[in-house]
């Protein structure tokens, strides 16, 4: 086993097997009912890494501030077609949403203001739960890894999301009172 300057031994992570094919994907989401701590820079980051080692992964903003979007070099403003459209519109196929980044192996489903209102549609909609996953069933044969990128809250949207997931990411900030939100958070996802 390999040692440090000072003697320690470490273990070394090798990189994984190159891919032969991808997908299907395991869905991620990256939430937490907290603003602030870190759900956008995680995801684009992990995307980066994951992208990286020749996974391709897709980022689903669904936050109406529409981070990731920019974050990713999208002007969220100028787009007509978001996540929004690919919730709520059966005419608009989500390969037309899908925007290609400037990093290889990383698309993302943008958003921006536009997803604010969605919290209240959602509310009136049949099977209202599982919009998202219909959605992501379309592309998930087409990437390795999706990530979605949830806003700080625990509404409709969060919810979708959890739904759609495999499983789910919490960044959280190290204190007290992050601990009781990951209390509240635990119990929602339990429910879904």
Same mark, same amino acid.
């Given at each position: 086993?390999?040692?440090?300057?000072?003697?320690?031994? /470490?273990? +070394?992570?090798?990189?994984?097997?190159?891919?032969?094919?991808?997908?299907?994907?395991?869905? #991620? *989401?990256?939430?937490?009912?907290?603003?602030? &701590?870190?759900?956008?820079? =995680?995801? #684009?980051?992990? %995307?980066?890494?994951? =992208?990286? /080692?020749?996974?391709?992964? !897709?980022? $689903?903003?669904?936050?109406?501030?529409?981070?990731? @979007? &920019?974050? !990713?070099?999208?002007? *969220?403003? %100028?787009?007509?077609?978001?996540? /929004?459209?690919?919730?709520?519109? =059966? =005419? $608009?196929?989500?390969?037309?949403?899908?925007?290609? @980044?400037?990093?290889?192996? #990383?698309?993302?489903?943008?958003?921006?203001?536009?997803?604010?209102?969605?919290?209240?549609?959602? &509310?009136?909609?049949?099977?209202?739960?599982?919009?998202?996953?219909?959605?992501?069933?379309?592309?998930?044969?087409?990437?390795?890894?999706?990530?979605?990128?949830?806003?700080?809250?625990?509404?409709?949207? +969060?919810?979708? *999301?959890? +739904?759609?997931?495999?499983?789910?990411?919490?960044?959280? %900030?190290?204190?007290?009172? %992050?601990?009781?939100? $990951?209390? !509240?958070?635990?119990?929602?996802?339990?429910?879904?």
């Amino acid at each position: 086993m390999p040692t440090d300057l000072l003697g320690r031994e /470490y273990e +070394t992570f090798h990189a994984p097997e190159p891919l032969t094919s991808h997908g299907p994907a395991r869905i #991620i *989401a990256m939430c937490n009912q907290k603003g602030g &701590v870190g759900k956008t820079t =995680s995801s #684009i980051n992990i %995307a980066g890494a994951l =992208s990286q /080692y020749g996974r391709r992964v !897709l980022i $689903v903003d669904f936050d109406p501030q529409g981070a990731a @979007t &920019v974050g !990713l070099g999208i002007n *969220a403003n %100028a787009l007509d077609n978001t996540v /929004y459209t690919a919730l709520f519109d =059966s =005419s $608009v196929d989500v390969h037309d949403v899908i925007r290609h @980044t400037e990093t290889e192996n #990383i698309d993302i489903i943008p958003a921006n203001i536009d997803l604010s209102a969605a919290e209240v549609q959602l &509310v009136t909609e049949v099977g209202r739960e599982q919009i998202l996953a219909g959605v992501l069933r379309k592309v998930r044969d087409e990437y390795d890894v999706i990530i979605v990128d949830c806003q700080p809250s625990l509404g409709l949207l +969060t919810v979708n *999301a959890l +739904t759609a997931a495999d499983g789910v990411i919490i960044p959280l %900030a190290a204190e007290f009172f %992050a601990l009781r939100g $990951v209390a !509240l958070l635990m119990q929602s996802i339990e429910k879904v």
